[in-house]
Protein backbone atom coordinates (compact mmCIF):
# COMPACT_ATOMS: atom_id res chain seq x y z
CA UNK A 1 0.00 0.00 0.00
CA UNK A 2 2.69 2.42 0.40
CA UNK A 3 4.47 1.54 -2.45
CA UNK A 4 0.92 2.50 -4.16
CA UNK A 5 1.19 5.59 -1.98
CA UNK A 6 4.23 6.50 -3.10
CA UNK A 7 4.18 6.07 -6.71
CA UNK A 8 0.86 8.43 -7.14
CA UNK A 9 2.15 10.95 -5.08
CA UNK A 10 5.06 11.13 -7.65
CA UNK A 11 3.04 11.05 -10.41
CA UNK A 12 0.94 14.01 -9.14
CA UNK A 13 4.06 15.88 -8.80
CA UNK A 14 5.43 15.23 -12.02
CA UNK A 15 2.19 16.64 -13.63
CA UNK A 16 1.91 19.57 -11.09
CA UNK A 17 5.65 20.60 -12.60
CA UNK A 18 4.62 19.74 -16.45
CA UNK A 19 1.61 22.24 -15.80
CA UNK A 20 3.19 24.79 -13.70
CA UNK A 21 6.21 25.02 -16.57
CA UNK A 22 3.51 25.41 -19.37
CA UNK A 23 1.92 28.07 -17.84
CA UNK A 24 5.30 30.18 -17.98
CA UNK A 25 5.29 32.89 -19.93
CA UNK A 26 9.11 32.41 -22.11
CA UNK A 27 10.86 35.71 -23.02
CA UNK A 28 10.03 36.24 -27.11
CA UNK A 29 12.72 35.37 -28.94
CA UNK A 30 14.79 37.87 -31.09
CA UNK A 31 13.86 40.89 -29.19
CA UNK A 32 16.86 40.93 -26.97
CA UNK A 33 19.06 44.16 -27.88
CA UNK A 34 22.63 43.41 -27.45
CA UNK A 35 23.89 46.90 -25.39
CA UNK A 36 26.76 49.61 -26.32
CA UNK A 37 29.63 46.73 -24.35
CA UNK A 38 28.42 43.77 -26.84
CA UNK A 39 30.34 42.84 -29.42
CA UNK A 40 29.51 41.86 -33.07
CA UNK A 41 32.15 39.89 -35.70
CA UNK A 42 32.54 42.43 -38.67
CA UNK A 43 33.06 41.27 -42.37
CA UNK A 44 36.68 42.22 -41.80
CA UNK A 45 36.84 39.57 -38.75
CA UNK A 46 37.94 41.70 -36.31
CA UNK A 47 35.61 42.47 -32.70
CA UNK A 48 34.34 45.70 -32.92
CA UNK A 49 31.81 48.07 -29.81
CA UNK A 50 28.48 47.43 -30.92
CA UNK A 51 27.25 51.15 -31.98
CA UNK A 52 24.06 53.31 -30.54
CA UNK A 53 21.61 51.94 -32.60
CA UNK A 54 19.06 54.99 -32.21
CA UNK A 55 20.02 58.22 -32.41
CA UNK A 56 20.95 60.66 -29.03
CA UNK A 57 17.99 62.75 -28.86
CA UNK A 58 18.49 66.80 -29.91
CA UNK A 59 21.70 66.03 -31.62
CA UNK A 60 22.82 68.05 -34.33
CA UNK A 61 23.09 66.88 -38.03
CA UNK A 62 26.17 68.22 -39.72
CA UNK A 63 27.14 68.66 -43.38
CA UNK A 64 30.49 67.38 -43.89
CA UNK A 65 30.83 69.31 -47.44
CA UNK A 66 33.49 71.61 -46.50
CA UNK A 67 36.15 69.74 -45.80
CA UNK A 68 38.22 72.23 -43.79
CA UNK A 69 35.18 73.88 -41.59
CA UNK A 70 32.90 72.26 -38.89
CA UNK A 71 29.55 73.77 -39.88
CA UNK A 72 26.76 73.32 -37.57
CA UNK A 73 23.92 75.22 -39.48
CA UNK A 74 24.06 73.11 -42.85
CA UNK A 75 20.26 71.20 -42.58
CA UNK A 76 17.29 73.61 -43.06
CA UNK A 77 14.49 73.01 -41.38
CA UNK A 78 13.76 71.16 -38.13
CA UNK A 79 15.63 67.75 -37.44
CA UNK A 80 14.07 64.49 -38.88
CA UNK A 81 13.92 61.50 -36.95
CA UNK A 82 16.74 59.06 -38.56
CA UNK A 83 15.55 56.05 -40.28
CA UNK A 84 15.73 52.97 -38.61
CA UNK A 85 17.89 50.73 -39.61
CA UNK A 86 16.80 48.13 -42.60
CA UNK A 87 17.98 44.52 -42.64
CA UNK A 88 20.37 43.72 -45.44
CA UNK A 89 22.32 40.69 -46.55
CA UNK A 90 25.85 41.54 -45.61
CA UNK A 91 28.03 42.56 -47.43
CA UNK A 92 31.13 41.00 -49.16
CA UNK A 93 34.70 41.14 -47.45
CA UNK A 94 36.17 44.73 -47.98
CA UNK A 95 37.99 45.32 -50.58
CA UNK A 96 36.45 42.10 -52.24
CA UNK A 97 34.71 41.82 -55.64
CA UNK A 98 31.04 41.84 -56.01
CA UNK A 99 29.97 39.62 -58.88
CA UNK A 100 27.53 40.09 -61.16
CA UNK A 101 24.05 38.77 -60.30
CA UNK A 102 23.49 36.10 -62.85
CA UNK A 103 20.91 36.81 -65.66
CA UNK A 104 21.12 40.88 -64.25
CA UNK A 105 22.99 43.57 -65.85
CA UNK A 106 24.86 42.79 -69.23
CA UNK A 107 26.24 44.87 -71.29
CA UNK A 108 24.53 46.09 -74.37
CA UNK A 109 27.23 45.42 -77.38
CA UNK A 110 28.64 48.37 -78.86
CA UNK A 111 31.56 47.79 -81.42
CA UNK A 112 31.88 51.86 -81.43
CA UNK A 113 33.46 51.90 -77.92
CA UNK A 114 33.58 55.68 -76.19
CA UNK A 115 36.76 57.19 -76.58
CA UNK A 116 37.26 57.14 -72.73
CA UNK A 117 37.09 53.19 -72.71
CA UNK A 118 39.88 53.05 -75.74
CA UNK A 119 42.26 55.42 -73.94
CA UNK A 120 42.11 52.83 -70.63
CA UNK A 121 42.89 50.10 -72.66
CA UNK A 122 46.31 51.55 -74.17
CA UNK A 123 47.08 52.48 -70.65
CA UNK A 124 46.62 48.87 -69.16
CA UNK A 125 48.32 47.89 -72.58
CA UNK A 126 51.42 49.70 -71.55
CA UNK A 127 51.80 48.53 -67.93
CA UNK A 128 51.00 44.91 -68.51
CA UNK A 129 51.65 44.25 -72.11
CA UNK A 130 51.11 40.15 -71.64
CA UNK A 131 48.80 40.63 -68.66
CA UNK A 132 45.89 42.63 -67.33
CA UNK A 133 46.58 41.68 -63.53
CA UNK A 134 45.69 43.96 -60.93
CA UNK A 135 46.47 44.25 -56.95
CA UNK A 136 44.71 42.30 -54.68
CA UNK A 137 42.67 43.89 -52.35
CA UNK A 138 44.10 44.83 -48.47
CA UNK A 139 42.37 42.69 -45.36
CA UNK A 140 44.92 43.46 -42.97
CA UNK A 141 44.10 46.46 -40.62
CA UNK A 142 40.84 48.67 -40.08
CA UNK A 143 40.04 52.12 -39.22
CA UNK A 144 36.65 52.46 -37.74
CA UNK A 145 36.21 48.86 -39.56
CA UNK A 146 37.74 50.79 -42.67
CA UNK A 147 40.86 48.50 -44.38
CA UNK A 148 44.12 49.73 -45.01
CA UNK A 149 45.26 49.86 -48.70
CA UNK A 150 47.72 47.38 -49.57
CA UNK A 151 50.68 48.46 -51.97
CA UNK A 152 49.77 48.54 -55.43
CA UNK A 153 46.01 48.34 -54.50
CA UNK A 154 44.06 51.68 -55.99
CA UNK A 155 46.79 52.34 -57.94
CA UNK A 156 44.02 55.67 -59.38
CA UNK A 157 44.12 56.95 -56.09
CA UNK A 158 45.51 60.66 -55.64
CA UNK A 159 45.70 63.15 -53.25
CA UNK A 160 44.94 66.50 -53.49
CA UNK A 161 47.42 68.82 -52.21
CA UNK A 162 46.83 73.15 -51.16
CA UNK A 163 50.03 74.99 -50.30
CA UNK A 164 49.59 76.71 -46.84
CA UNK A 165 51.02 80.15 -45.20
CA UNK A 166 53.89 78.00 -43.96
CA UNK A 167 54.99 76.75 -47.45
CA UNK A 168 53.72 72.79 -46.22
CA UNK A 169 51.11 70.98 -48.47
CA UNK A 170 48.06 70.44 -47.15
CA UNK A 171 46.17 67.43 -48.58
CA UNK A 172 42.66 68.20 -48.02
CA UNK A 173 40.74 66.34 -50.95
CA UNK A 174 41.16 62.79 -52.88
CA UNK A 175 40.62 62.49 -56.83
CA UNK A 176 41.21 59.45 -59.18
CA UNK A 177 43.56 59.39 -62.01
CA UNK A 178 42.13 58.88 -65.19
CA UNK A 179 44.96 59.52 -68.40
CA UNK A 180 48.28 60.36 -67.77
CA UNK A 181 48.09 64.29 -66.98
CA UNK A 182 44.49 64.23 -65.85
CA UNK A 183 42.44 63.85 -62.02
CA UNK A 184 38.70 63.92 -61.93
CA UNK A 185 38.01 65.32 -58.80
CA UNK A 186 34.75 67.20 -56.85
CA UNK A 187 34.68 70.83 -57.94
CA UNK A 188 34.33 71.85 -54.87
CA UNK A 189 37.53 70.72 -53.68
CA UNK A 190 38.95 73.42 -56.18
CA UNK A 191 38.66 76.01 -53.81
CA UNK A 192 39.42 75.16 -50.47
CA UNK A 193 41.43 78.46 -48.51
CA UNK A 194 40.25 79.90 -51.17
CA UNK A 195 42.67 79.16 -53.16
CA UNK A 196 42.90 76.50 -56.16
CA UNK A 197 45.22 73.13 -55.11
CA UNK A 198 48.59 73.13 -56.72
CA UNK A 199 49.73 69.52 -56.15
CA UNK A 200 48.92 65.59 -56.60
CA UNK A 201 50.27 63.02 -54.98
CA UNK A 202 49.70 59.75 -56.90
CA UNK A 203 50.45 56.04 -56.07
CA UNK A 204 51.34 56.50 -52.03
CA UNK A 205 49.15 54.55 -49.24
CA UNK A 206 50.61 56.87 -46.50
CA UNK A 207 50.66 60.91 -46.61
CA UNK A 208 53.07 61.18 -43.82
CA UNK A 209 56.74 62.23 -45.21
CA UNK A 210 58.07 59.63 -43.13
CA UNK A 211 55.95 57.16 -44.34
CA UNK A 212 55.76 57.57 -48.13
CA UNK A 213 56.67 55.26 -50.46
CA UNK A 214 59.33 55.24 -53.43
CA UNK A 215 56.50 54.03 -56.16
CA UNK A 216 54.39 57.76 -55.36
CA UNK A 217 54.52 60.35 -57.69
CA UNK A 218 54.01 64.04 -56.55
CA UNK A 219 52.85 66.40 -60.21
CA UNK A 220 51.99 69.86 -59.92
CA UNK A 221 48.83 71.05 -60.71
CA UNK A 222 49.19 73.15 -64.55
CA UNK A 223 45.13 73.93 -64.58
CA UNK A 224 41.79 73.61 -62.93
CA UNK A 225 39.16 72.68 -64.47
CA UNK A 226 35.64 72.95 -62.87
CA UNK A 227 32.44 72.04 -64.48
CA UNK A 228 30.95 75.45 -65.84
CA UNK A 229 27.50 74.31 -64.83
CA UNK A 230 28.69 74.38 -60.91
CA UNK A 231 27.77 76.51 -57.91
CA UNK A 232 29.60 77.10 -55.23
CA UNK A 233 26.46 77.43 -53.19
CA UNK A 234 24.43 74.18 -54.61
CA UNK A 235 25.74 70.67 -54.47
CA UNK A 236 25.26 69.99 -58.18
CA UNK A 237 27.73 69.30 -61.19
CA UNK A 238 30.01 69.05 -58.72
CA UNK A 239 33.16 67.29 -60.44
CA UNK A 240 35.86 68.95 -61.64
CA UNK A 241 39.34 68.52 -63.76
CA UNK A 242 43.09 68.76 -62.40
CA UNK A 243 45.30 68.95 -65.48
CA UNK A 244 49.23 67.80 -64.48
CA UNK A 245 52.45 69.87 -65.85
CA UNK A 246 53.81 66.57 -67.12
CA UNK A 247 52.77 62.99 -67.45
CA UNK A 248 52.63 60.32 -64.50
CA UNK A 249 54.90 57.70 -65.24
CA UNK A 250 52.49 54.39 -65.70
CA UNK A 251 53.49 52.03 -63.15
CA UNK A 252 51.90 49.13 -61.34
CA UNK A 253 51.60 51.78 -58.68
CA UNK A 254 50.53 54.16 -60.66
CA UNK A 255 47.77 54.01 -63.78
CA UNK A 256 43.97 55.16 -64.59
CA UNK A 257 41.48 53.69 -63.58
CA UNK A 258 38.64 53.30 -65.76
CA UNK A 259 35.39 55.70 -66.20
CA UNK A 260 31.72 53.54 -65.86
CA UNK A 261 29.65 54.48 -68.80
CA UNK A 262 26.48 53.11 -68.35
CA UNK A 263 23.53 54.43 -66.47
CA UNK A 264 22.79 51.34 -64.65
CA UNK A 265 25.37 49.15 -62.84
CA UNK A 266 25.75 45.73 -62.48
CA UNK A 267 25.71 45.47 -58.45
CA UNK A 268 24.64 47.57 -55.57
CA UNK A 269 28.16 47.19 -53.71
CA UNK A 270 30.29 49.94 -54.50
CA UNK A 271 33.57 50.56 -52.75
CA UNK A 272 34.56 54.05 -51.42
CA UNK A 273 38.21 55.09 -50.19
CA UNK A 274 40.34 58.16 -49.40
CA UNK A 275 42.93 59.81 -46.75
CA UNK A 276 40.06 61.29 -44.59
CA UNK A 277 38.55 60.98 -41.08
CA UNK A 278 36.73 57.33 -40.00
CA UNK A 279 34.76 59.20 -38.13
CA UNK A 280 32.97 62.95 -37.61
CA UNK A 281 35.31 65.08 -35.81
CA UNK A 282 38.45 62.90 -36.10
CA UNK A 283 41.47 63.75 -37.68
CA UNK A 284 42.62 62.47 -40.84
CA UNK A 285 43.90 59.06 -40.81
CA UNK A 286 46.82 60.77 -44.10
CA UNK A 287 46.36 56.07 -44.82
CA UNK A 288 44.68 54.96 -47.38
CA UNK A 289 41.60 53.24 -46.17
CA UNK A 290 38.45 51.74 -48.31
CA UNK A 291 35.30 50.83 -47.08
CA UNK A 292 32.24 49.33 -49.35
CA UNK A 293 28.91 50.37 -49.28
CA UNK A 294 25.26 49.54 -50.81
CA UNK A 295 24.26 51.83 -53.43
CA UNK A 296 20.96 53.36 -52.56
CA UNK A 297 18.13 54.00 -55.20
CA UNK A 298 18.16 57.87 -55.93
CA UNK A 299 13.60 57.79 -54.70
CA UNK A 300 14.76 56.37 -51.32
CA UNK A 301 17.78 58.59 -51.00
CA UNK A 302 15.57 61.40 -51.49
CA UNK A 303 12.73 60.34 -49.36
CA UNK A 304 15.47 59.81 -46.41
CA UNK A 305 17.83 63.26 -46.71
CA UNK A 306 16.47 65.87 -44.72
CA UNK A 307 15.72 69.13 -46.78
CA UNK A 308 18.78 71.10 -47.53
CA UNK A 309 18.76 74.38 -48.92
CA UNK A 310 21.75 73.37 -51.82
CA UNK A 311 19.62 70.66 -52.99
CA UNK A 312 16.36 72.68 -53.91
CA UNK A 313 15.50 70.04 -56.21
CA UNK A 314 16.92 66.93 -54.29
CA UNK A 315 18.99 64.52 -55.73
CA UNK A 316 18.93 64.33 -58.98
CA UNK A 317 20.26 61.15 -61.71
CA UNK A 318 23.43 63.08 -62.10
CA UNK A 319 24.44 61.66 -58.62
CA UNK A 320 24.41 58.63 -56.86
CA UNK A 321 23.58 58.04 -52.91
CA UNK A 322 25.86 54.93 -50.88
CA UNK A 323 25.19 53.65 -47.23
CA UNK A 324 26.85 50.93 -45.06
CA UNK A 325 23.56 49.45 -44.06
CA UNK A 326 25.72 46.79 -41.54
CA UNK A 327 28.28 48.45 -39.78
CA UNK A 328 27.41 52.52 -40.58
CA UNK A 329 30.91 52.94 -42.26
CA UNK A 330 31.19 56.31 -44.08
CA UNK A 331 33.22 58.68 -46.00
CA UNK A 332 34.53 61.55 -44.29
CA UNK A 333 36.58 64.87 -43.92
CA UNK A 334 39.46 64.40 -46.38
CA UNK A 335 37.54 61.84 -48.39
CA UNK A 336 35.51 64.60 -50.98
CA UNK A 337 37.20 64.32 -54.46
CA UNK A 338 37.33 60.64 -53.94
CA UNK A 339 35.92 57.31 -55.70
CA UNK A 340 33.13 55.44 -55.34
CA UNK A 341 34.38 52.49 -57.87
CA UNK A 342 33.04 48.88 -58.47
CA UNK A 343 35.61 46.20 -57.90
CA UNK A 344 34.82 43.34 -60.60
CA UNK A 345 36.28 40.27 -62.06
CA UNK A 346 37.69 40.08 -64.77
CA UNK A 347 35.33 38.02 -67.40
CA UNK A 348 38.82 35.69 -68.49
CA UNK A 349 40.64 35.30 -64.99
CA UNK A 350 37.99 35.34 -61.91
CA UNK A 351 40.82 36.10 -59.62
CA UNK A 352 41.76 39.40 -61.51
CA UNK A 353 39.62 42.67 -59.74
CA UNK A 354 38.84 45.56 -62.48
CA UNK A 355 38.04 48.79 -60.88
CA UNK A 356 35.39 51.09 -62.39
CA UNK A 357 34.77 54.62 -61.46
CA UNK A 358 31.50 55.08 -61.16
CA UNK A 359 31.26 58.24 -58.78
CA UNK A 360 32.93 61.40 -56.33
CA UNK A 361 33.03 61.84 -53.56
CA UNK A 362 30.76 64.88 -53.06
CA UNK A 363 28.89 65.27 -49.45
CA UNK A 364 26.91 63.73 -47.27
CA UNK A 365 25.01 64.45 -43.41
CA UNK A 366 27.24 63.75 -40.50
CA UNK A 367 29.60 61.01 -41.36
CA UNK A 368 28.26 58.05 -40.08
CA UNK A 369 24.63 59.27 -39.48
CA UNK A 370 22.75 56.96 -40.93
CA UNK A 371 21.64 58.88 -43.55
CA UNK A 372 22.99 57.69 -47.37
CA UNK A 373 25.78 60.29 -48.56
CA UNK A 374 25.89 61.48 -52.05
CA UNK A 375 28.42 60.75 -54.91
CA UNK A 376 28.52 62.46 -58.39
CA UNK A 377 27.42 60.00 -60.49
CA UNK A 378 30.40 59.76 -63.51
CA UNK A 379 28.98 58.56 -66.36
CA UNK A 380 26.32 61.40 -66.20
CA UNK A 381 29.41 63.73 -67.83
CA UNK A 382 31.31 61.51 -69.77
CA UNK A 383 30.72 64.06 -72.84
CA UNK A 384 32.18 67.06 -70.63
CA UNK A 385 35.20 64.72 -69.53
CA UNK A 386 36.26 63.14 -72.92
CA UNK A 387 35.97 67.13 -74.25
CA UNK A 388 38.43 68.50 -71.82
CA UNK A 389 41.08 65.63 -71.48
CA UNK A 390 40.93 63.95 -75.09
CA UNK A 391 39.73 66.36 -77.68
Same mark, same amino acid.
Given at each position: ?17 L ?54 ? /? ?9 ? !? ?5 ? !??? *? ?6 P ?25 F ?14 F ?11 P ?8 ? +????? +?????G ?5 ? =? ?15 K ?5 D????A ?16 A ?9 ? +? ?23 V =? ?15 T???? !? ?5 T???L???P ?5 A ?8 PS ?22 ? *? ?8 ? /? ?32 S ?11
Amino acid at each position: MLRNLSVCLISFMGLWCLSHTHNQRLPPEGRMRPSRDDTIRSPVDRDIVFPELDAAPGRPEEMWFHITDFQFD /RVEGPTQPKPK !PRQHPPP !PRP *GQPFPPPPGGFKKKENKQRRLCEQKYSEYVERIFPNDTAVAEDANDADFDGRVLARPGEYPHMAAVGFES +DRGRV +DYKCGGSLISER =FVLTAAHCTSIYETAPKWVRIGDRDLVAERRSVEGQLLRIEQVFAHPNYKKEMYY +DDIALLKLEKEVELTEYVRPVRLWV =FPELPTTIAFAMGYGATSFAK !PMTNRLTNLNLTVVPNAECNAELPPLAETPSGVLESQICAQDYILNRDTCQGDS *GGPLQLNLPG /RRRRQRIHYHLIGITSYGVFCRSSYPSVYTRVSSFLDWIELTVWA
